[in-house]
């Protein structure tokens, strides 16, 4: 059985969900380095194609052939990324290229 939702209400709460991250520092900053990530890696940088296994969840297989355009861990480690440099009182980068070389 399916539920339909009405075209409006979708939109409606679309734009809640968008205005919520717009106000949201830390996941703005995870989306951008996400973006920035894309611009330089077609896979995911922590992916090892040889062995199919995840760097970031130390040697564990990667579920998504590297495909890391949303993984729950690679935002993870931003989120991590994005707490440690802010306790630290470090600046955030605003590239991913920056990021790991800031880490
Ligand atoms: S699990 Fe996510 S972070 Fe790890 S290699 Fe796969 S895509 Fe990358």
């Known amino acids: 059985m399916s539920?339909?939702?009405?075209?409006?209400?979708?939109?409606?709460?679309?734009?809640?969900v968008e205005e919520r991250e717009k106000r949201d520092p830390k996941k703005?900053?995870?989306t951008r380095m996400?973006?920035?990530?894309?611009q330089y890696h077609k896979m995911c940088p922590y992916y090892d194609k040889r062995t199919g296994k995840c760097f970031l969840k130390l040697g564990?297989?990667?579920?998504?052939?590297?495909?890391?355009?949303?993984?729950p861990v690679f935002i993870d480690w931003l989120?991590?990324?994005y707490d440690e440099l802010k306790s630290k009182g470090r600046p955030l980068p605003m590239d991913f290229l920056d990021l790991t070389l800031a880490v």
């Open 79 to 81: 989120a991590k990324k």
């Open 34 to 38: 996400m973006k920035s990530a894309k």
């Open 60 to 71: 564990e297989k990667c579920e998504r052939d590297g495909r890391f355009d949303g993984c």
């Open 28 to 30: 703005r900053w995870i």
């Open 3 to 16: 539920i339909k939702i009405p075209e409006d209400e979708l939109d409606k709460v679309l734009r809640q």
